[in-house]
């Protein structure tokens, strides 16, 4: 039975304890739960703390981030150094070279392992298998419709109430986009990470109010040939910046390292 943690308990947080607790994450108990309210509840027998040093008592295999950049970088090394796995989704934190490369370097000191999901994106199998030859160009297109936007720099750039057609909110390098869009586009840093790097992928992003769900559009040409694959995810019900693929993909990871046979690595 691996023993997990879990750090932010916001909507990815409980749909990944939800999973965990109907048993789709494979042979996962959720010892505790790293908040900044005691006042929340579980469907599950979990421990709430607000208190770090009372979650890193517990002796844990993984922890889950998902709190957010800032968490990561506060937490990040302390997991690993602690001799737990760090399952990372806000991966957007790592176009920081020196959050990278000390979480690395962390790792690689205790032994331990960082764990990137797929999370709202697909073909990153495909991508990492051809970054062993030549790759061209990685190209990530993210479009989402105008709800997803409301209280983000998008705002200062068009009018919400009034857009009617596609705009384009940015185009540039992966890590210029995490910066940006720290909580939309984790997507780019993960594709980066797979591939060639957070300077070469290329990034655009669009906020479309002909839309309705959160749009991904990958390509990737290189010595493999040519990758083109578009995603349609639904925004979640309770955060439609964010999808329930997100915590799905969490699950998955979760699965393959509790199960005998391991599909698509």
Known sequence: MLK??????????????????????????????????EQHETSSDSLITTKPETFFEQDLDIVIEAAGHKALHTYGAKVLSSGADLLILSTGALADIELYDSLHQTAKEHACKIYIPSGAIAGLDRIAAGSLGMIDEVKLITSKPVKSWYGTIAEKQVDLETITEPHCLFEGSAREAAGLFPESVNAAATLSISGIGVEHTKVLVYIDPTIHSNVHKI????????????????????????????????AKVLRNLTQEIVVGV
Request: charged share 20%.
């Open 4 to 37: 997990a943690g879990l750090i932010g308990y916001g909507s990815i947080g409980k749909e990944i304890e939800s999973l965990i607790s109907k048993g789709k994450a494979g042979h996962v108990k959720l010892l505790t739960v790293l908040t900044r309210s």
């Open 219 to 250: 390509i990737a040409v290189g010595d493999f040939g040519k990758l083109e694959v578009s995603i349609e995810n639904h925004p979640s019900k309770i955060n439609p910046k964010s999808s329930p693929v997100v915590a799905m993909s969490v």
